[in-house]
């Protein structure tokens, strides 16, 4: 489709009017020009059209031209005035043309990079264009240039740090360059300014969470479940995991965990990711409950059970390793053994993330077959 619009673009007709001739205005069309513009004036968009088009024909000039492209943006003929407008660019890269066409480009739904260049184009003569600057900071961002998205934010919010706008694409930047005190700073001016989407307090909530501030990440994030009703899997997901490390939420965690999984049945690395949050829950129980040995195995089993239930919707090196230390845990050893196997034979590659999990692996099966021996024992 956006290939389509390419082309398009490339070969717009010129409306049945004749090629640029800039003469002086007439009187008629002077004459017709004030009327089309009292017809404007009462949204009157089909006489002002015509009289427009009249003038045009009589005395083809920057003016005339101007007013009827804005009459057939007003219209929703965006093809006829991103010809219009491209024609006046021929002449006088004036911003009102650069803005006429990039609203153009953006109804069109013209390819990013299209709409990019032509926001750049309008930057470059007027730095406080906000939606062009905003344009300019969402297609960097998108295209793993956030550097430069950061920069054009930086830019803008040095002249005028008010336009919330800005300011949100700005944090967004921050956030994916993992500057988050930053990211967090904006984005809660902006909550402050009125924007209590979902998600921006998402955004809040996962800002705080990087910032190891997890009572303010799950309020955040409870606000962000609650404004979107409880239907958005990321926000419920995330809220789960906040629950286990907000002080006093532990409990809700298994709720919010439900509550994700019927979001996502046909997801399946999502819910394998949900169980193994619902194991973390049991797992901290368990710790809690060392000193009464029943309680403390009940857990346990729990744990596995998510495990278990995790695998079977996704194999991860993380599921296995934790199932091992369950059964660790249990005193379970020959079992431990089975499950440190399975991970040396699932073959996972070795490197920064993996390899202490797969040395810990390989020195924890000699250190069981050893103990194993030096009992008399054999499996």
């Known amino acids: 489709m956006k290939r389509a619009i390419v082309i398009m673009l490339a070969a717009l007709p010129f409306c049945g009017l004749s090629q640029p001739n800039f ?3 007439t009187d008629e069309s002077r004459r017709l020009m004030l009327q089309a513009d009292s017809c404007l004036l009462l949204n009157d968009t089909y006489n002002s059209m015509l009289r427009y088009e009249q003038a045009c024909k009589l005395t083809f000039n920057d003016t005339i031209v101007r007013r009827l492209a804005q009459c057939y943006y007003k219209r929703g003929q965006y093809k006829r005035c991103l010809q219009l407008a491209d024609t006046l660019l021929l002449s006088a890269n004036e911003y009102q043309d650069l803005r006429l066409r990039f609203n153009c480009l953006q109804r069109m739904s013209a390819p990013d990079s299209i709409i ?5 184009q309008i ?7 906000a ?3 905003t344009e300019l900071i969402s297609f960097c961002r998108n295209n793993k240039m956030v550097d430069s998205a950061v920069n054009y934010g930086n830019a803008y919010y040095k002249i005028d740090p008010t336009n919330q706008m800005v300011n949100k694409q700005l944090a967004m930047a921050c956030y994916q360059k993992h500057d ?6 904006l984005l809660l001016e902006t909550n402050a300014n009125g924007d209590d989407s979902p998600s921006t307090l998402y955004f809040i909530g996962k800002s705080y969470e990087n910032c190891a501030i997890f009572d303010k990440a799950f309020d955040f994030m409870l606000l962000a479940a609650e404004g979107s009703r409880f239907e958005h899997l990321p926000i419920v997901q995330a809220l789960s995991n906040l629950a286990l490390r907000a002080t006093g939420h532990r409990d809700e965690a298994l709720t919010y965990a439900d509550i994700a999984i019927e979001l996502c049945q046909a997801d399946s690395a999502s819910l394998a990711e949900i169980y193994c949050s619902k194991a973390s829950f049991y797992d901290g129980y368990a710790f809690e409950y060392r000193e009464d040995s029943v309680k403390a195995a009940t857990c346990r089993r729990n744990q596995i059970r ?12 993380e599921a296995q390793y934790r199932m091992s230390l369950a ?30 999990i797969l040395s810990y692996v ?16 054999k499996e």
């Open 362 to 377: 390989d020195w924890r099966i000699n250190s069981i077959e050893e103990d194993l021996f030096f009992e008399g024992k």
């Open 180 to 185: 988050y005190y930053r990211a967090l700073d």
């Open 327 to 356: 059964y660790n845990a249990l005193h379970d050893y020959k079992t431990e053994k089975k499950w440190l196997k399975t991970i040396l034979d699932y073959g996972w590659e070795r490197n920064k993330t993996t390899r202490n």
């Open 116 to 120: 990019t260049e032509c926001a750049r």
């Open 131 to 133: 939606a062009a600057v």
């Open 123 to 129: 930057v470059s003569v007027n730095q406080l264009d």
């Open 23 to 25: 003469k002086p205005m």
């Open 306 to 317: 998510m495990l278990k239930n995790s695998l079977n919707y996704q194999t991860t090196l």
